[in-house]
């Protein structure tokens, strides 16, 4: 089972993405997926600096998809997605049907998880079209990965997102621009500040959600670390991490000794919040259970 | 409806001449229909199209006691077409695993029904029903996410759509260039709750409740809401999780999870969404300039008295732009009307508006 490093999905400075991805390069992930998928005024890279980690990446070893904006509402934004899209160099992991729409029939492309593949005949579907790997939807069960599984095409590989904070949506509206009273066209990049996210806790104080940008996501870390023997014997072909500011090697680490079939350190600690894995067993995903 | 009314190039739009000779469209009205008193009001008062669903997870509205069975959604199809109107069947929710043969069935019978189109989000599905029934007309519903033209365009290269709904997510100048860059018929949302988030891209519901809208066809279920009254508050919670707390005399509105008051950074406030509803009246004269095929209230789980009221008053809307383009205004009467049914406290153009973002 491979380890792929999802996208950062939060707002970091230039210098400090260089030297996460500096480390990055000489970590244990065998696929390192790249890009901005939030929001298209985060500039700190841009394409062709993302171009050109992306060639440092792969000469280290890691095989590297440029990640595609999932929510896609301008002009502006077409253009980005084109040039990514025409790259010709990697692989692209399409997160919007225009994507798929710039790809399908032309180049194999990674089937993102905001796709929306829940069923053996979509899944068929994106396969024609020439997805070679796909994402599981974060609100999908092992239940329901084990039924896609039984009907997977040949030629697609399989994809679960297995750590960290969990996307769970995304708007128009920029809910820290909102937070800091500042209109989203003149945001001054507030989200700068919150290299995990913005907390939004209930009024009794009970963590609940994270705010980063435009995208909403849990504030508990979705943790399958405990899981990757039933993932393994699901064939499932890689597990994505999702990074967080800081002990990503360790993590990193500690599910490479996991897939190996060796117990890895404890990720207690190394979390920037308690775990969850609802999802996983069909629960709502806030919800914590011991895997057996 | 205007007696000027021509069909044109596009069989979905009305269009009309106005006094430059000058092509304006009319866009048709879709209004919502949670069982047969709900479809029949909303055509009694002029409803272009009425949109319903199932009695099960096949649609976004799955909520007790409403929707409809074989029978009803035959007598209501009757209904409509002996008036004039078209009917839509929702089936827009998302099959997981093996499940697709149960939302083919609904199809099928979609199709044999003789239903006018039907509302569909997952792409499985619309190649099913693409390949199985080509002379069912496909609308893509606005679970299916589609907020660009390369998206719209590609499910109708695809599947041959007839028509988008486009989520509540876009600006008037997004949603013109949408249109201006696609052959596909384009709805819009203007008038009913409101969704903060994309459509068809939010998980939250499922990460409180274990049910979202993608997955059951419901967001915040009420089977998780629980009231709680401390002293003179009252708590809202969904599965556990406080929504909001009401201090006496406030008005404590449905736990929606978007819409309560949070606290970031030591403020309480509304941090996602104020419990407000999209009304977008005033915007009528645009979006029939962008040349919007269509304006649809949202509503299924509201009761028939609100789907006569919005069905009512934006009739005579669109019918009064019909006569008169150059001279519309939203009356204060509509407007009143409007808010006395409406969610929340407040109405708001939602995205439309450049700022709200």
Request: include cysteine; hydrophobic fraction near 40%; proline fraction near 5%.
């Amino acid at each position: 089972m491979k380890l792929s490093l999802g996208p950062v999905l939060y707002y970091w400075t230039r210098e400090t993405l260089l030297d996460f991805y500096a480390a990055i390069a000489g970590s244990g992930v065998d696929i390192v997926y790249l890009g901005e998928v939030v929001c298209s005024r985060r500039h700190n890279l841009r394409l062709d600096d993302w171009l050109g980690l992306a060639r440092d990446l792969s000469a280290s070893g890691k095989e590297v998809v440029l990640s595609s904006q999932a929510l896609i509402e301008s002009e502006s934004e077409l253009k980005t997605l084109r040039r990514i899209a025409d790259n010709g160099e990697f692989t692209v992991e399409a997160n919007d049907m225009g994507a798929v729409r710039l790809l399908a029939g032309r180049v194999p492309f990674v089937a993102g998880p905001h796709l929306n593949i829940y069923n053996g005949e979509t899944l068929a579907w994106f396969a024609g079209l020439g997805a070679s790997r796909f994402v599981l939807p974060l609100e999908l069960s092992r239940d329901i990965l084990r039924e896609l599984q039984s009907v997977r095409p040949a030629g697609i590989e399989t994809e679960v997102f297995a750590y960290g904070r969990m996307p769970l949506a995304f708007s128009a509206r920029c809910f820290t621009a909102r937070h800091h009273n500042l209109p989203k066209d003149d945001c001054q990049f507030r989200c700068l500040d919150d290299a995990d996210g913005l907390a939004l806790r209930t009024r009794d104080k009970a963590a609940f959600l994270t705010l980063n940008g435009t995208q909403t996501q849990s504030a508990q870390v979705y943790d399958l670390s405990d899981s990757i023997g039933e993932l393994r014997g699901l064939g499932v072909d890689a597990v994505r991490l999702s990074p967080q500011s800081s002990n990503m090697i360790g993590i990193i680490e500690s599910f490479r000794e996991r897939c190996a079939g060796r117990p890895g350190a404890s990720l207690e600690g190394l979390r920037v919040a308690p775990p969850c894995n609802g999802y996983w067993y069909g629960v709502p995903g806030m919800e914590y259970r011991t895997p057996a | 409806m205007a007696s000027t009314v021509l069909s044109l190039c596009n069989p979905t739009n009305h269009y009309l001449f106005d006094r430059a000779t000058r092509i304006v469209s009319i866009p048709e009205l879709v209004c919502p229909a949670g069982n047969l008193p709900s479809l029949k009001v909303a055509v009694d008062n002029g409803a272009d199209w009425v949109y319903m669903g199932l009695k099960d997870e096949t649609n976004a509205r799955n909520f007790a006691g409403l929707n409809f069975d074989a029978a009803s959604a035959s007598e209501g199809l009757r209904y409509a077409h002996a008036a004039g109107a078209k009917m839509l069947l929702a089936i827009n929710t998302f099959p997981q695993g093996l499940a697709a043969p149960r939302w083919q069935r609904a199809i099928d019978g979609a199709a044999d029904l003789g239903i006018d189109a039907v509302i569909v989000a997952d792409a499985g599905l619309m190649r099913y029903a693409a390949e199985r029934h080509p002379q069912l007309r496909l609308h893509l519903s606005v679970q299916a996410s589609a907020t660009n033209y390369e998206a719209i365009n590609f499910y109708h290269q695809r599947f041959g759509i007839s028509r988008a709904v486009l989520p509540r997510v876009l600006s008037l100048a997004q949603v013109a260039d949408v249109v201006k860059n696609t052959p596909v018929p384009i709805e819009v949302f203007g008038f009913g709750s409101l969704c903060v988030m994309v459509e068809g891209r939010c998980a939250l519901s499922s990460y409180v409740t274990g049910e979202s809208p993608n997955t059951s066809g419901v967001c915040s279920p009420a089977k998780a809401v629980r009231w709680e009254k401390h002293g003179d508050t009252l708590d809202a919670r969904l599965n556990g999780i406080l929504i909001d707390r009401f201090a006496a005399g406030e008005n404590a509105g449905y736990p929606t999870l978007c819409k309560g008051r949070f606290n970031v950074d030591d403020e309480t406030y509304y941090a996602i969404e104020e419990p407000s509803s999209l009304n977008a009246m005033e915007l009528l004269p645009e979006l029939a300039n962008i040349g919007i095929a269509a304006i649809k209230i949202e509503g299924r789980q509201r009761s028939p008295a609100y789907v006569a009221a919005v069905t009512r008053i934006w009739r005579a809307a669109i019918d009064a732009y019909a006569r008169n383009p150059a001279r519309f205004s939203v009356h204060a009467d509509w407007a009143n009307g409007l808010a006395r049914v409406a969610e929340g406290q407040q109405h708001t153009l939602g995205a439309y508006h450049r700022k709200w973002k």
